[in-house]
């Protein structure tokens, strides 16, 4: 993707559908790329609500479930996404950053055995991840978050690379590291470090080690079409580093014994490995 006079545009110049929202600021001179989910019902609702004067909130960006992207606001203008946030000892991101907004609802709540978002819209169970926010109190019990599909975070990875290129940019954050406490999004299911280690790469030459988040099928080829390779699946807190990679799938050396196996090499999609330390 590209950017053209502050809109964003696929390889071939043709712009991604734009809806303006009247809720714009000043001129923004951006520094990061700041991600959120939007907690809504659907992308369409979403939109509405992010073109609504009323609303008093905007987003440069959105992207659906199917990697439908939505531009509402040009680049070179404040959205009004952040709020009361603060990074790197400056105060008021939307000043500062530009902000993506994920069709997604969000930690959910279990009730009558059926997965439910604070909006009450019902989850599939297929859609679901346990895991803890990364500033839940230790004895939080984890919680229900609707995944991100690979169809939006291949979205996530084409716009950002783009974005960082032409602006500039110095880093990509959540809206729950700029205003922790405040807000959860994008939640624990974004694969935040993995976009960041693909977007502006270690302080060092050292390979990226990360560990397999759950039971991992590491297949022959960067896709899903390829076969999985033997001493697959590996375990949960299985070692892997990074060798390359290809959009947000990497090329893996297991470090760790998997079934048996010693020397497994293949491939692992990135949603499914956290960084280590």
């Not at 809109?7 to 559908?17: F, I, M, N, W």
């Not at 479930?65 to 709020?83: E, K, N, S």
């Amino acid at each position: 993707m590209k950017v053209i006079n502050h809109r964003l545009a696929r390889d071939d110049g043709s712009p991604v559908p734009f809806k303006a929202s009247p809720n714009i600021g000043e001129a923004l001179r951006a520094r990061w790329l700041v991600m959120h989910y939007t907690g809504g019902r659907s992308v369409e609702t979403s939109i509405a609500w992010l073109i609504n004067p009323q609303s008093r909130a905007s987003a440069h960006l959105i992207i659906g479930r199917y990697g439908d992207i939505t531009q509402m606001v040009p680049f070179d203008r404040i959205a009004w996404h952040a709020g009361i946030s603060s990074w790197q000892n400056v105060n008021g991101l939307n000043q500062h950053a530009i902000g993506i907004e994920l069709d997604n609802a969000g930690r959910l709540e279990q009730i009558a055995g059926k997965w439910t978002s604070p909006l009450k819209l019902i989850i599939p169970s297929e859609q679901v991840r346990l895991g803890n926010h990364k500033h839940d109190a230790a004895n939080i019990q984890p919680s229900g978050w609707q995944i991100y599909t690979p169809q939006q975070i291949e979205a996530v990875l084409s716009v950002a690379q783009a974005l960082v290129a032409h602006y500039d940019l110095e880093d990509i954050v959540g809206h729950d590291d700029i205003a922790p406490g405040r807000v959860q999004d994008p939640g624990p299911d974004f694969p935040m470090e993995h976009l960041r280690t693909i977007l502006f790469g270690h302080e060092n030459d050292c390979p990226p080690i990360f560990l397999a988040r759950a039971l991992l099928t590491v297949r022959s080829g960067p896709g899903t079409e390829f076969p999985a390779q033997p001493g697959s699946p590996i375990r949960a807190g299985t070692r892997v580093q990074a060798l390359e990679q290809h959009g947000l799938w990497w090329k893996v050396d297991v470090l760790d014994e998997a079934n048996g196996i010693t020397d497994l090499v293949g491939w692992c999609h990135g949603r499914h490995l956290v960084a280590t330390a």
